[in-house]
């Protein structure tokens, strides 16, 4: 079955520290991808990154880094020099195809909160 | 830029009330799709849509339906409301692919949706 999962509730960090959050995906689907989206307390979604399944090197976007895994099957988001304005709910996301076409799963999020 | 929008951002309607949530986007996208948004759920895929006239049920459709007349608007139908459709609703567009060769779902700003 094909699956995200993030296992971190909630993240706590300092301003300007590097945070990292976890995701852990199953898929059989030899090509797929991985995004991570944003949602501040507003509540739009804000797209961050992708990585796709054959991409050689780690996607980077600014200040954020997917850490990408194939073996472990992992993408984890690295945000580094953390900023207050970073606090809100993180999801990871996979690209699954079905007969109809294609379409994203999500996971249950992660909420970071940057103190100063 | 890309522009989802949605009917409306806050909506109260009683059980049993017949409910339409409206997404426009205006970026020519062939693909539309609705989320809800639950505490620790994160976002579940209600339908989506690959084409006008075309519809495919996603992780939990039941108790919704969806129309797609024109490639811009995507409706979600709550035939029937009830208190556990009590939630944040979201809805996203895509292209299959854009021109980074990469696949990327555009989000509207949601809507609350109370039932009483």
């Known amino acids: 079955a094909q699956k995200i999962t993030q296992t971190q509730p909630g993240m706590f960090v300092q301003e300007k520290e590097a945070v990292t959050l976890d995701c852990t995906y199953d898929?059989?689907?030899?090509?797929?991808?991985l995004f991570w989206y944003k949602q501040p307390s507003s509540g739009e979604m804000i797209f961050l990154i992708y990585q796709g399944s054959y991409d050689q090197q780690n996607a980077t976007e600014g200040r954020y880094s997917l850490n990408f895994q194939k073996a472990r099957k992992s993408a984890n988001l690295v945000i580094s020099a953390s900023q207050l304005g970073d606090s809100a709910m993180y999801f990871c996301a996979m690209r699954v195809f079905n007969q109809a076409g294609t379409a994203l799963i999500f996971g249950k999020g992660t909420t970071l909160s940057v103190s100063s | 830029d890309v522009k989802v929008t949605q009917s409306s951002r806050y909506l109260v309607k009683r059980t049993g009330e017949k409910v339409f949530l409206e997404c426009v986007q205006d970026?020519?996208?062939?693909?539309m799709f609705w989320y809800r948004q639950d505490p620790g759920l994160g976002l579940r895929l209600i339908y989506f849509?690959?084409?006008?006239?075309?519809?495919e049920k996603g992780d939990i459709p039941e108790g919704y339906s969806v129309s797609r007349e024109k490639k811009e608007r995507f409706s979600l139908i709550l035939e029937s409301a009830s208190t556990n459709q009590t939630s944040m609703y979201l809805c996203?567009?895509?292209?299959?692919?854009?021109?980074?060769?990469?696949?990327?779902?555009?989000f509207g700003p949601g809507t609350r949706l109370t039932v009483t």
């Open positions: 849509s690959y084409d006008v006239k075309m519809k």
């Open positions: 970026m020519d996208h062939e693909n």
């Open positions: 996203a567009s895509s292209f299959t692919w854009d021109d980074r060769g990469h696949y990327e779902q555009y």
């Open positions: 898929t059989s689907d030899p090509s797929y991808g």
